[in-house]
């Protein structure tokens, strides 16, 4: 029982982690042991998370354009080049887009789809012999897919194409979970409002009734975001699969 939550040794990849829910679930990761890979599009953010989290374990980033299947395939082959296996991979990177709805353009879709849905995909599809070499008895591999609460009910804003994103990327979770099992278990999170930099705008604007609102009244902390990740990705959640999990302080039930 002792050891039900451990990810000590695991190979971790962390899509968009070197900011917000991203970077907090890279942060947990290496905190507790984990050999943990980063990939952002951004080489400064690359270079100071992989500083930044090498001070307290092992962490290496990557630069990597996630919006194309050749940018998939390229991040998962530097993964192949450093681990025979990996052990954990978290589909966070995404984007969002807001505009009217009588404005809102085909680019927002294009966009939007491209790194939140088919991104995701492939990349896991790329990664599935790693992921597959990474399973063990009673301690299957996992992908952990970020959705939103967005993805579960209709948002106050504009944002079209991200809230069907995130519907989208719910139900390939339990596509991917039926298909990838028993060596692969897919889960994901749909978090309500962390302190991200997509969000800061909203929370800057509208943080304190969001908070009054939400039956927790807080906003999400980086441990709320860590805890989850480290229990889903330990042998505590190995006979979990195909759920999505919101993590958003009871917002969801309100709705």
């Known amino acids: 029982m002792k050891n039900l939550f451990d990810i000590e040794g695991k190979a971790a990849l962390v899509t968009g982690g070197t ?23 951004s080489e400064e ?22 919006s194309t299947q050749e940018g998939c395939v390229a991040l998962a082959d530097q993964i192949k080049e450093r681990e025979r296996t990996l052990e954990i991979l978290v589909n966070n990177a995404g984007a969002n887009w807001g505009a009217p709805y009588e404005e809102f353009p085909a680019s927002a879709w294009d966009r939007v789809l491209d790194l939140n849905v088919k991104g995701p995909f492939f990349l896991t599809q790329a990664l599935t012999p790693l992921l597959e070499a990474g399973a063990r008895e009673g301690d299957p591999s996992r992908v952990i897919n970020i959705g939103s609460i967005d993805g579960i009910q209709v948002p106050l804003l ?41 969000m800061k705008a909203t929370l800057d604007s509208f943080g304190d009734s969001i908070a009054a609102s939400a039956p927790m009244k807080r906003i999400g902390e980086p441990e709320d975001m860590a805890g989850v990740a480290i229990y889903l990705a330990s042998r505590a959640s190995a006979y979990v699969t195909g759920v999505v999990l919101p993590v958003d302080g009871g917002i969801s039930t309100t709705k």
Do not use: W
Not at 45 to 66: D, H, M
Not at 174 to 188: C, D, G, Q, S
């Open 45 to 66: 953010a690359c270079a100071e998370t992989e500083r930044e989290l090498s001070k307290v374990g092992t962490c290496t980033a990557f630069v990597a354009n996630l």
């Open 19 to 41: 900011r917000g829910i991203g970077l907090m679930i890279a942060r947990g990761y290496v905190e507790n042991g984990a050999r943990v890979y980063v990939a952002s599009r």
């Open 158 to 198: 504009d944002t079209y194409s991200y809230s069907a994103s995130k519907a989208a990327i719910h139900h390939m979770t339990r596509v991917l979970a039926r298909k990838l099992a028993p060596k692969i278990t897919v889960n994901a999170v749909a978090p309500g409002p962390f302190q991200s930099k997509m």
